[in-house]
């Protein structure tokens, strides 16, 4: 197996499968599968992306592989099992490097590593050793499930072939896992974030009128694959002018204007950890009255609701607290009279008519990552920041974004600190 990023300690992964082990039922045997390779068309296929949980439980980054877990299981050599694909000569040749058992077990800390053919002959054995059995669904409150995923196959087979056994679910326990990082996943994080500001710092010297939203696209992913990241985090928002004020604006195919602001939402990866920043920044260099009045109050929401990410809060609540604060601060700098805030309907509030989107997200190994909304929020979650105003009507947007992680005592952690954020830095790096 040979990915860009330098190799993870496996004691990560040790930790990770430990900390899951302690949430299942006794005498429950869990498994997780690789993600599919999609087809586009002919031969052709979608560049790889490994499921997020196996990585998460084993560093595997390799198509075709299982890991099935069983803390109960009567020989010790079953209770952590790594089946992957097993490679030959015309694979190397035509596919290049794929993981070894000694390579595997280096990766991931699991001492038994077998091929894909032994699965259904100890799947079956230990099925029957066990009383319930942990799959893995897709259960985030963002996921659009449209396609089956390997996982989604193994499960059918599961119910249909081992109708007594008592079906668990694993998604609840990652969900909260996942959403408290272990100081190494911080450490990729930072990784991914250093990267994106070596894309960003790139772009500042480079953005003039005339500039096409491409081309900037072009100067990021040069500087991300150069520092070992696969690419994007996520799709590449390039939005200059009017293009802001569409919130998921991925065309990036307009010519960069003279007097306009440019609204980046960009993220580089790095080892499957995402990084997601959005900076805004004038075309030319230099910002307008209005556009500084409206970077400023946008620069105020972030400050403020980075200083509300502390132990003890939750998502719902957090939320509504910026809410109150977005109104009255809109009401200052005149977007919303009292009257517009004193009438406002409980379900979309005042401020929404120019910020209609949420303030802050989970980020981790994916950039929306897993965490339970209700749970409360505790020392090394990871949350964007990311607040806006969007005026069609003046045909500009601004936002805002960093990524921070919440600490126990002070406030939270900006991986982002370095990136150029202040009117007179950014205007100054641009100028210079």
């Known amino acids: 197996m040979t990915t860009k990023y330098e190799q993870i300690s496996s004691s990560l992964f040790v930790k990770n499968r430990k900390k899951f082990t302690e949430k299942m039922q006794p005498k429950a045997l869990a498994i997780f599968n690789s993600n599919d390779i999609y087809p586009v068309s002919s031969d ?12 998460y439980l084993s560093g595997v980054d390799q198509e075709e592989s299982i890991l099935l877990i069983f803390p109960d299981a009567y020989r010790e050599e079953h209770r952590e099992i790594l089946f992957l694909r097993e490679t030959n000569e015309h694979i190397a040749i035509w596919e290049g490097e794929k993981l070894t058992k000694e390579k595997a077990t280096e990766v991931s800390g699991v001492k038994t590593v077998l091929w894909l053919s032994d699965f259904d002959r100890i799947f079956y054995n230990l099925i029957n050793e066990a009383e319930s059995i942990y799959l893995n669904k897709n259960e985030h409150y963002r996921a659009v499930l449209e396609v089956q995923t390997r ?8 119910k249909k072939e081992f109708p007594l056994h008592t079906i668990l679910r694993s998604n609840p326990i990652l969900q909260h896992l996942r959403s408290i990082k272990e100081p190494e996943e911080i450490e990729l994080m930072q990784k991914a974030c250093n990267i994106t500001e070596k894309g960003i710092r790139r772009l500042l010297s480079f953005i003039k009128p005339g500039v096409w939203e491409y081309e900037i696209e072009a100067e990021l992913i040069h500087e991300f694959i150069k520092n070992r990241s696969k690419g994007f985090a996520y799709t590449p928002i390039i939005a200059s002018g009017n293009n802001a004020n569409v919130l998921h604006y991925i065309a990036n195919n307009m010519e ?74 809109f009401v200052e700098i005149g977007l919303l009279d009292k009257a517009d805030v004193q009438n406002e309907d409980r379900n979309w509030p005042a401020y929404k008519k120019y910020m209609m989107h949420g303030t802050s997200h989970h980020m981790g190994l994916d950039t929306h990552d897993y965490g339970i909304l209700s749970d409360k929020f505790v020392e090394n979650m990871v949350f964007t920041v990311e607040p806006g105003i969007y005026i069609p009507e003046e045909k500009f947007g601004v936002r805002i974004e960093d990524d921070v992680v919440i600490q126990n005592n002070g406030p939270a952690f900006n991986l982002m600190k370095n990136i150029p954020i202040e009117i007179e830095e950014i205007e100054e790096l641009m100028n210079s």
């Not at 996982?151 to 599961?158: L, P, Q, S, W």
């Not at 609701?305 to 609540?317: Q, R």
């Open 256 to 329: 960069c204007k003279d007097g306009d602001l440019i609204l980046l939402d960009v993220g580089a990866e790095y080892a499957n950890y995402s990084s997601d920043l959005t900076r805004t920044f004038p075309v030319n260099g230099k910002f307008t009255e209005r556009q500084k009045q409206i970077y400023k109050a946008v620069l105020d929401m972030k400050n403020f609701a980075t200083s509300l990410l502390v132990p003890g809060g939750n998502w719902y609540d957090y939320h509504k607290e910026c809410g109150e604060y977005y109104n009255s601060l």
């Open 44 to 55: 052709s296929t979608l560049p790889f992306a490994q499921h997020r949980d196996i990585f």
């Open 151 to 158: 996982e989604d196959r193994f499960i059918e087979r599961v």
